[in-house]
């Protein structure tokens, strides 16, 4: 668990190498041979960029996805 099983760290959270490369192994199984290695942990590391940067910028307005998006559809329903 030391400093080499981590691949970068964003706003305090780490991303481990051992579940990146997971995801790096599922979305190649997926892409099949016509997507490099590179390209594939190229859009995994920017997927969890995001989602890290995304949840950190939830945390400061104070929201959380599941209960935000449930009020973004009601209040479109509601105007329609």
């Known amino acids: 668990g ?3 099983d981590i691949i970068a760290t964003v706003n305090g959270e780490d991303i481990k190498r051992e579940p990146f490369m ?3 192994q599922n979305m190649q199984q997926r892409t099949g041979p ?3 290695e590179t390209q594939v942990k190229n859009n995994i ?3 969890e960029l ?3 940067i995304m949840s950190s910028e939830f945390d400061k307005l104070g ?3 599941e209960k935000d998006l ?10 329609t």
């Open 50 to 52: 995001r989602r890290i």
């Open 34 to 36: 016509n997507t490099s």
């Open 70 to 79: 449930a009020n973004l559809s009601s209040s479109k329903q509601r105007r």
């Open 45 to 47: 590391y920017n997927e």
């Open 22 to 24: 997971l995801a790096v």
């Open 63 to 65: 929201l959380t996805v």
């Open 2 to 4: 030391g400093p080499q």
